[in-house]
């Protein structure tokens, strides 16, 4: 009976899907059930829509002009372009597991449920529940992140175009606030209105790239190639220039962040176990391939580095543009671009966490999880989890009142969380695969696999024999050292104001997690639920 159950709902849960999607929707659907889960999101998103949402909320042309800075402050010029190599180079190893772990296992959850079969049966339960916290402590931060960017660079552009307004913390927080809930509205109207926005920020994303590249580079004056690849800097003083260019590194991890999300809209894409992988490595391809030309670029026409640096504006770009172009106009041109393309990007990170914490609230792993699992027989979507999100997002901006430096290490904690949420998976499957534990790929439907105590089984997508050995090991080193540098002050000697309050919000949540799981969770979260036998 439930098998029946499944196969209709399978067939007959999105009619209005052309082309044979209603072929597609079964057996995403079987895909699913072979996980133990049963489909309750709808079917909306394709190849293309996919690759949009991820580029858009990578955003890595966009995000490294805005964090740029902190590798040029420590590491220079120079060595803002190397540690981006490093960062592209280490981000796409990365991605190749993610895309590896989602082709195995195309669910919301990510990677708790890799986690939790992967390892071994006496440490599953306990090592999923962790991680998933930390993937929780990731993208609500990273989201946080997102909104206060995207609210303050519109506070940047209005103090470009009009020096003598002055600018507010609480205002802030209000645009903040305003770009939250732009993208709850979008959110809750959802289905295929959210994927074809996707598809054509997209589109914006791509002709923005060329539009501010074309600028700078054709009005601005250029340095020379020796100023931008040899010219090292140790601005924050720390003890030798090797340990300052790993510190610096973290602006360029960052433009990278988020390379999970296409991973936690699983449920809701057609032929989610090659879409996936194929939008994601698609999407470190193009962003990153965008970003460093991007960085090359704005080393070659940046003019007065401390100008920069100290604009009102708050966003060194913003004073790059206008050096570059010699007006407030053709720079708050310029500006607008990015400022739309930071808002569909808080608006797209407001769907992946919500879907991360929906999936983790599915599983029993957080307190009220009966009413945040919840989704609406409206429009097929987890409303409470939306608004829950949307919530602890707002929250969160109250501090910027107070402080704008502790709301930048709060939602620092993006980095550290969801690095920390890979090393995890990254080692377990490295393990697995070396002890050749991880049957080959087989499309048949009669059998449950990749749930705890199942048969492990292999996507579509895999990267075979030593090089995926090779692969598996280098973004395992890279995880490392990303996670341990996220946690350094970026200047010595260390002052209340100047220290990395990253780790304290970290390893706070993290306590909390465990004490709760020591007082309740333990004893109703048993990994991925199977509800469909």
Not at 419 to 440: D, E, H, K, M, N
Not at 456 to 482: D, E, K, Q, T
């Amino acid at each position: 009976m439930e098998s029946y159950e499944l196969k209709h709902r399978a067939t007959t849960a999105n009619r209005d899907v052309p082309d044979g999607g209603n072929l597609r929707d079964a057996r995403d659907d079987m895909d699913l059930a072979r996980l133990g889960k049963k489909p309750v999101l709808k079917r909306t998103f394709g190849i293309l829509s996919l690759i949009g949402f991820s580029c858009t909320i990578l955003g890595t042309w966009e995000g490294i002009l805005s964090t740029f800075t902190i590798p040029l402050e420590n590491g220079g010029s120079a060595g803002a372009v190397y540690s981006f190599l490093f960062a592209w180079t280490g981000t796409g190893c990365t991605f190749v597991l993610l895309s590896e772990l989602a082709s195995m296992a195309p669910t919301s959850g990510g990677q708790y449920h890799w986690c939790a079969m992967l390892a071994p049966p006496r440490y599953m339960k306990f090592l999923s529940y962790i991680s998933g916290w930390l993937t929780v402590i990731g993208w609500q931060a990273g989201f946080a992140s997102s909104a206060y960017m995207a609210g303050t660079e519109i506070q940047g552009a209005m103090v470009l175009g009009n020096s003598l307004y002055k600018a507010q913390g609480y205002q802030g927080t209000l645009l903040m606030w305003a770009v939250v809930v732009v993208g709850l509205g979008v959110n809750l109207i959802g289905g295929r209105f959210l994927s074809r926005l996707e598809s054509s920020i997209l589109i914006i994303h791509i002709l923005g790239y060329f539009a501010v590249l074309i600028t700078i580079t054709y009005m601005a004056d250029h340095k020379s190639a020796k100023d931008v690849f040899t010219a090292f800097n140790n601005g924050g003083d720390l003890y030798t220039d090797g340990l300052s260019f790993f510190v610096g590194m973290t602006g360029c991890v960052f433009a990278f962040a988020g390379g999970d999300a296409a991973v936690h809209m699983a449920e809701e894409v057609n032929n989610a176990s090659v879409a996936i992988p194929r939008s994601i490595m698609l999407t470190v391809v193009i962003n990153g391939t965008l970003g460093f030309s991007m960085l090359i670029a704005a080393l070659f026409c940046m003019g007065s580095l401390e100008a920069a640096l100290k604009t009102p504006t708050g966003y060194p770009f913003m004073e790059i543009f206008q050096q570059a172009t010699g007006s407030s106009a053709g720079a708050l041109g310029l500006t607008s671009i990015l400022v739309i393309i930071g808002i569909f990007a808080a608006l797209g990170m407001l769907t992946a966490t919500s879907r991360q914490f929906w999936s983790f609230a599915r599983d029993r792993g957080v307190p009220g999880w009966r009413f945040w699992s919840h989704v609406s027989t409206r429009n097929f979507l987890p409303t409470y989890s939306i608004y829950l999100t949307m919530t602890i997002c707002c929250l969160l901006g109250l501090i910027n009142i107070g402080s704008a430096l502790a709301l930048n290490d709060i939602v620092s904690m993006a980095v550290s969380g969801l690095y920390t949420s890979y090393l995890i998976v990254a080692v377990l499957l490295f393990w697995r695969r070396a002890t050749g534990a991880i049957a080959p790929y087989s499309d048949s439907e009669d059998m449950v696999v990749n749930v705890p105590g199942a048969k492990l089984m292999w996507g579509p997508f895999r990267i075979p024999g030593i090089w995926g050995i090779l692969i598996n090991g280098y973004a395992i080193i890279y995880i490392l050292i990303v996670i341990f540098f996220s946690y350094w002050p970026t200047a010595l000697p260390v002052t209340v104001s100047g220290m990395n309050y990253s780790v304290v919000g970290t390893m706070g949540t993290v306590i909390l997690a465990v004490v709760y799981y020591v007082v309740r969770a333990r004893h109703v979260y048993t990994g991925p639920i199977v509800e469909i036998s």
